[in-house]
T-cell receptor, first 114, second 111 residues
Framework: QKEVEQNSGPLSVPEGAIASLNCTYS??????FFWYRQYSGKSPELIMF????GDKEDGRFTAQLNKASQYVSLLIRDSQPSDSATYLC??????????????FGQGTILTVHP | GAGVSQSPSNKVTEKGKDVELRCDPI?????LYWYRQSLGQGLEFLIY????????KSGLPSDRFSAERTGGSVSTLTIQRTQQEDSAVYLC?????????FGPGTRLLVL
């Protein structure tokens, strides 16, 4: 089992719709969760991070965390073609040799079509 | 302020040669990661430096790979006797709690 799993997609949504990106993780003790966006040929850029169960909203983006289910998601409201990119989920390890280390999922390709 | 910088931006080398990749993190950031990303693939963790602690080298793929971080700042990733499968983008990330920035990467091509 991979430590951080994402559906590779591609996920295609129409402009204006809600895009839902999902991520599961195996380390139950993980405390910090991050979403990155990566445009083709560019480096990842941090969109949001979340530490607590529940929702965290920032503009059109909402991160949702459920530690009991070991599940984190990213919702993008009013999707725009400029949101088309690969979205990477990352989890920070909880202890031992994993402490502080970020583990990334393989990423989900999102395409927003006009 | 200045972001994370990496050099060189592109490197073409011949199989068997050694290469050094450099990362200049953001001043004051406590942690630094090296990753590599092959075409169309996710990020592969290589090594992690946190303050003065011993680095987590668990991601280094072979003993041809090594990295150091001098004075808690600049880091160098060295690949000895490069192989064609080492071709990838090597990314450095500069980290402080809650804030993480990636550098632009070094695109390495081993012929």
């Amino acid at each position: 089992q991979k430590e951080v799993e994402q559906n590779s997609g591609p996920l295609s949504v129409p402009e204006g719709a809600i895009a839902s990106l999902n991520c599961t993780y195996s380390d139950r003790g993980s405390q910090s969760f991050f979403w990155y966006r990566q445009y083709s040929g560019k480096s990842p850029e941090l969109i949001m991070f979340i530490y607590s169960n529940g929702d965290k909203e920032d503009g059109r983006f909402t991160a949702q965390l459920n530690k009991a289910s070991q599940y984190v998601s990213l919702l993008i409201r009013d999707s725009q073609p400029s949101d088309s990119a690969t979205y990477l989920c990352a989890v920070k390890g909880s202890g031992g040799t994993s402490y502080g280390k970020l583990t990334f999922g393989q990423g989900t390709i999102l395409t927003v079509h006009p | 302020g200045a972001g994370v910088s990496q050099s060189p931006s592109n490197k073409v080398t011949e199989k068997g040669k050694d290469v050094e990749l450099r990362c200049d993190p953001i001043s004051g950031h406590t942690a630094l990661y090296w990753y590599r990303q092959s075409l169309g693939q996710g990020l592969e963790f290589l090594i992690y430096f946190q303050g003065n602690s011993a680095p987590d080298k668990s991601g280094l793929p072979s003993d041809r790979f090594s990295a150091e971080r001098t004075g808690g700042s600049v880091s160098t990733l060295t690949i000895q006797r490069t192989q064609q499968e080492d071709s990838a983008v090597y990314l450095c990330a500069s980290v402080t709690p809650g804030t993480q920035y990636f550098g632009p990467g070094t695109r390495l091509l081993v012929l």
